[in-house]
């Protein structure tokens, strides 16, 4: 019997993947959760074999909570769920400690599927992709607002110094967010350092 945590933000995308993954005769669904906290506290408490973990969790994202599984919790094997497929993220959740990442698109059976070859032992990440020139998803211009947030911080002093409306670097800034699956502009600051883009 497989036992699974499911770590989705979605609630009736969590009880789709718990109803599915009950309905096979070695999966058994012992904790969900909706945010990376409660999903780590239910981790302790249940010590599942396997975890299926929406990248864009609230708290600190799906990758954060991959890093804290892998390090509190050994035995319970990421599977990193997402509906962004770029090389940077293959990379992120690969380092990270993440058995598998898949496209929410995938039909359930595949992700069932997946789910038993990566409690098999079987690594389900594109080493190929991993290991791709790292280059960053962001535009120049988006490089730009992020190195500004560096410097600044404030909206209103950014725009100001760019000649932009606050609404515009706004967007800018939920656009990187977006990119670089960050929660907040620390964050997102953090990732792109980390990966030699800033």
Known sequence: MISVLVA???A?????FAAILDSHE???VVATAS???EAINLAWIHQPDAALIDAQLPDDGGFH???????SVPRCRSIMLTTVDMPC???????QGAWAYLSKDLPFADIVHSLKD???????IDLKTVGQVNQSPLTSRETDVLRMVARMGSTSEMAKEMHLSQGTINNY??????KLGAANRVQALIIARENGWL
Not at 12 to 16: D, K, L, M, T
Not at 173 to 178: E, R
Request: glycine letters at 2%; aromatic letters at 2%.
């Open 8 to 10: 989705e933000k979605h």
């Open 12 to 16: 009736a995308v969590r009880e789709a």
């Open 26 to 28: 070695d999966v058994a």
């Open 35 to 37: 945010s990376v906290r």
């Open 65 to 71: 909570l991959v890093e804290q599984l892998s390090n």
């Open 89 to 95: 993220h293959v990379r992120r959740a690969y380092e």
């Open 118 to 124: 990566v409690h098999a032992g079987k690594h389900l």
């Open 173 to 178: 800034v939920s656009s990187i967010l977006a």
